[in-house]
């Protein structure tokens, strides 16, 4: 698990109820445990969900992964973090993918720890929520790309999906880490500074680049 990211900012913003996922034409992406740690992150993908580009799925094991070790890490209450896990809930009442042991035993190569990870996304395919679906995950190294392949499953990590949206999605991608971010602000769950410093912060280099890139040729139009 990485848990590099600040403790100031582990609840996401609050938001109006997702429309369900049959209703999207958007990608699945399985939000790992260690996605939901970042205080930036979450909240971005949440909102990005919100608008549409996404459509996340979780279980409640993946939940109290997340609860468990933020408040391991962290000086949060749990029961913060209890209310945050419901109202995701209530946002995107079609997201938890429920009990998925039974898809576990098509996964062999997986790391045993993740495989309930995988085996959400699992869920997702035969329950057609979203086409195509995705883990999305910093620790690509305890999945194999092959396995998951055969289940129809995608793997990849939050900074090379955003920054591969960017060359379609660039000013909705702006808008969103905009509103986040200073959202984030006025609720005194990060201090203020410059966005490059936080999307950096939070390993997101290739979106840190893509976004400075259009500040710069915006200072010079």
């Not at 403790?7 to 999207?24: I, K």
């Not at 993946?62 to 209450?77: F, K, V």
């Not at 609720?187 to 950096?200: A, I, S, T």
Request: aromatic share 6%.
């Amino acid at each position: 698990m990485h848990s590099t990211h600040s403790a100031s900012a582990q609840l996401a913003t609050d938001g109006a109820l997702a429309v369900p996922a049959s209703l999207h034409n958007a990608p699945g992406l399985v939000l790992d445990a260690c996605i939901l740690m970042s205080g930036l992150l979450r909240p971005l993908l949440l909102n990005l969900a919100k608008a549409g580009l996404l459509v996340p799925l979780w279980t409640d094991k993946i939940g109290q992964e997340w609860q468990r070790n933020a408040a391991r890490l962290w000086p949060i209450e749990p029961e913060l973090l209890k209310k945050e896990w419901r109202l995701m809930q209530e946002q995107f009442p079609h997201s938890n993918m429920g009990d998925v042991t039974e898809f576990e035993a098509d996964l062999r190569h997986t790391d045993r720890k993740d495989k309930h990870v995988a085996a959400a996304g699992i869920a997702g395919v035969s329950k057609q929520v979203a086409q195509p679906i995705s883990v999305l995950t910093w620790n690509l190294k305890d999945f194999s790309r092959s396995e998951l392949r055969k289940q129809q499953l995608g793997l990849i990590d939050p900074d090379r999906l955003l920054s591969q949206w960017w060359a379609t999605q660039s000013s909705l991608l702006q808008n969103h880490i905009d509103a986040t971010i200073e959202d984030l602000f006025s609720k005194g769950r990060r201090q203020p500074e410059p966005v490059v410093v936080m999307l950096k912060r939070d390993r997101l280099f290739r979106l840190a680049g893509c976004y400075d890139r259009l500040m710069q040729a915006t200072r010079t139009t």
